[in-house]
């Protein structure tokens, strides 16, 4: 029986006329060594992108007090969701279920290694059995491992807009639900083959809905929630060590090739478009980010080019398997520019208290690069199981794009706040104000910097 040929991206799910393997009738896919070892390498590009990429990027941006334990909220964000992503939530993103969750046919991971115990070197075929199955050259346990790591860092994203304020407690809490009851469910639409999303035709490579507009708008909940710092407008809360802060960034920007390009899934030319315009889209922001405040408040700062430079990460995601070089360059620039207004004008003017912007810079970012990417789109790199002949930009591929822009802020949104009272209820969720003027570093972990 003859499989379709599909693609997918990041944890994607990309299009694949150009990417599937060739169909097979009575024969299992084979393992390809070059694909695997790709993949194992972009694996631990990921995974270093939260530990110790965001780790260092959010610690050199708050105050010496909450240096620590700003660190430790990404640490133990990794060690949670790993154990999460193991007992349900691969099983709700990436098994065929309906077209809103996955069943529970991989709880704990059953069965994800029998292949290899039989001897049998075979590859992995997500959705098998379903009209959209996708053919890789990976073993499952990889597939599994690199969207463990994407499922890590989303969360971690959302720790960014309550720096400074959230009890540890209720840290843990919060994101072992969001995990499950956020996180796979949307991942499970965008990128599974029975996914409606999916269905439907919206492009995401490697995660503008998944996993920034979704963490960017969970943050603007709780920065909502959780209301101002103390002293907010007042007090002096100057990055403490902005050289961690940029090595943080560099770490995020390195990591990002795998973030991109092992989207593709394969040791293939769609990775090396993809790490190309990853690239250049980067590149592009950081600049716009840093000539936009120059030009507002008369020098560049340094924390203006790594934000610069994260915003056009985040907005070349969804894109960076569908697009070409040149649409990069303006996806960047814009991106820069109104990540720069976003995260210095729109919440002083609305006058929220997203401490690290995390909504600012990846939930204005992936909106951008989700949208851009209905126009941008180039139709021999955009087929899909839902768009056989690819989009190559047009009014009806951008109104889906809006669609899922749509749906993800409507569902996180919602959810997120219904978890914050959850959580609030059974822990509370923030510190007293004496305890957040003393520091989290002591106060929550009994350590401090000297």
């Not at 995390?358 to 839902?386: K, N, Q, R």
């Not at 047009?394 to 993800?408: P, R």
Request: with cysteine; glycine share 14%; charged share 10%.
């Amino acid at each position: 029986m003859n499989r379709p040929r599909l693609g997918w991206g990041l944890g994607a799910l990309l299009p694949a006329l150009l990417l599937a393997a060739p169909a097979f009738a009575d024969e299992p896919p084979k393992i390809d060594s070059g694909d695997t070892a790709w993949m194992l390498t972009s694996t631990a590009l990921v995974l270093m992108m939260t530990i110790p990429g965001l780790a260092l990027f959010y610690a050199g941006m708050v105050r010496k007090k909450n240096v620590l334990a700003t660190m430790m909220q990404s640490f133990t964000i990794c060690a949670l969701v790993t154990i999460v992503w193991t007992v349900a939530g691969y099983s709700l993103a990436f098994t065929n279920g309906g077209a809103y969750v996955g069943d529970m046919s991989r709880f704990l991971l059953h069965g994800i290694g029998e292949h290899i115990v039989k001897g049998v070197d075979q590859a992995f075929v997500l959705g098998a059995g379903t009209d959209g199955a996708v053919t890789t050259t990976v073993p499952e346990t990889v597939f599994m491992m690199f969207q463990m790591t994407f499922a890590i860092i989303t969360p971690a994203l959302i720790a960014g807009a309550f720096a400074d304020r959230m009890k540890f407690s209720a840290l843990c809490i919060f994101m072992v639900l969001w995990s499950l009851i956020v996180y796979a469910p949307i991942a499970h639409w965008v990128w599974a083959p029975t996914g409606w999303l999916f269905g439907l035709g919206v492009l995401d490579f490697a995660g503008g809905t998944v996993v920034h507009i979704n963490a960017g708008i969970a943050g603007l909940m709780c920065a909502l929630v959780l209301g101002k710092r103390v002293g907010y407008g007042t007090d002096n809360m100057a990055p403490f060590n902005l050289s961690l802060a940029v090595i943080g960034a560099s770490l995020l920007w390195v990591g990002w090739f795998g973030f991109n390009a092992g989207s593709a899934v394969g040791s293939n030319g769609r990775a090396g478009m993809a790490m190309a315009v990853t690239q250049i889209a980067t590149a592009a922001a950081a600049l716009g980010w840093l000539f936009a405040e120059w030009m507002a408040k008369g020098k560049p700062s340094v924390l203006g080019g790594i934000s610069g430079a994260v915003a056009g990460l985040v907005a070349i995601t969804p894109a960076s398997g569908f697009v070409l070089p040149g649409p990069a360059i303006i996806i960047g620039i814009v991106a820069g520019v109104v990540c720069f207004w976003s995260a210095t004008s729109l919440k002083h003017m609305l006058g929220y208290d997203d401490s690290l912007d995390a909504f600012g810079v990846h939930g204005v970012g992936g909106i951008i690069g989700a949208l851009l990417t209905g126009i941008f789109s180039y139709g021999p790199l955009s087929a899909t199981d839902a768009l056989p002949d690819g989009s190559p930009g047009s009014f009806d591929q951008l109104k889906l794009q809006v669609i899922g822009v749509v749906v993800t802020l409507v569902y996180s949104g919602v959810m997120t706040l219904v978890l914050l009272m959850i959580t609030k209820a059974l822990v509370g969720l923030r510190v007293n104000e004496e305890e957040e003027r003393e520091g989290l570093d002591l106060v929550l972990h009994g350590e401090q910097i000297f």
